[in-house]
């Protein structure tokens, strides 16, 4: 079973404070997406990254692919409460499956 | 265009109940999947389905059933409901190589 882990698992910070979440794996992706999901709603696709070393900008929010392939980061520049969430990454390993991460509770206090 | 629609939104049942969780998809995707969410652990795999009429197990199936008899439905069933099967539920489809997209879930607890 390939595991992903994220840290931290819950996060608080003001407004206007940069922030950094990881995803970290032991296996190699073929691919990987972050997800937000809102209280009472599914999770909503931010970003995919393929390729390893791959960098992606949405807005404020930075995702990186690691080189090896086998962990990501999600940056937030300036947090707005309207980040508030929980962030999710979910992994391919080259099948129809999605292993989802453990992931992290952001709290953006105004 | 709805997306992805789930069917009961809250339910409560007894130990030892049984009940069906309905998902239905108007994208006329091929990949259907149920999740379950439980604080601290994301989303668990339950069983999938590759195309209508096939399922296959994912990471927790154990007391779940499933059927994919139309292509745009997804039943999740639960044949004898345990407390540990309190959840929030979530199904999701996707279109070949696309991101899935997921419903807004069920909320399932078992007294």
């Known amino acids: 079973t390939q595991l992903l882990e994220q840290s931290p698992q819950f996060l608080s910070i003001q407004e206007g404070e940069n922030l950094t979440v990881y995803c970290n794996s032991s296996?190699?992706?073929?691919?990987l997406q972050w997800y937000r999901q809102e209280p009472g709603e599914g999770p909503v696709l931010l970003v995919t990254v393929v390729t390893g070393g791959e960098v992606k900008k949405l807005k404020r929010l930075t995702f990186q692919f690691g080189d090896a392939r086998k962990d990501s980061s999600l940056h937030i520049t300036a947090a707005q409460p309207g980040d508030t969430g929980l962030y999710l990454c979910?992994?391919?390993?080259?099948?129809?499956?999605?292993?989802f991460g453990t992931g992290t509770r952001l709290t953006i206090i105004p | 265009n709805a997306g992805v629609t789930q069917t009961p939104k809250f339910r409560v049942l007894k130990t030892g109940q049984s009940m069906t969780l309905l998902c239905a998809q108007d994208m006329n995707h091929e990949y259907m999947y149920w999740y379950r969410q439980d604080p601290g652990m994301g989303l668990r795999l339950i069983h999938y389905s590759v195309g209508e009429g096939t399922t296959a197990k994912g990471e927790v199936p154990d007391g779940y059933n499933v059927s994919r008899l139309k292509k745009q439905n997804f039943l999740l069933g639960l044949e004898s409901a345990a407390p540990s099967q309190t959840s929030v539920y979530f199904c999701a489809s996707r279109y070949l190589s696309q991101p899935q997209h997921f419903g807004d879930g069920t909320r399932l607890s078992i007294l």
């Open positions: 296996s190699v992706f073929s691919s």
């Open positions: 979910a992994g391919n390993f080259g099948n129809e499956k999605l292993t």
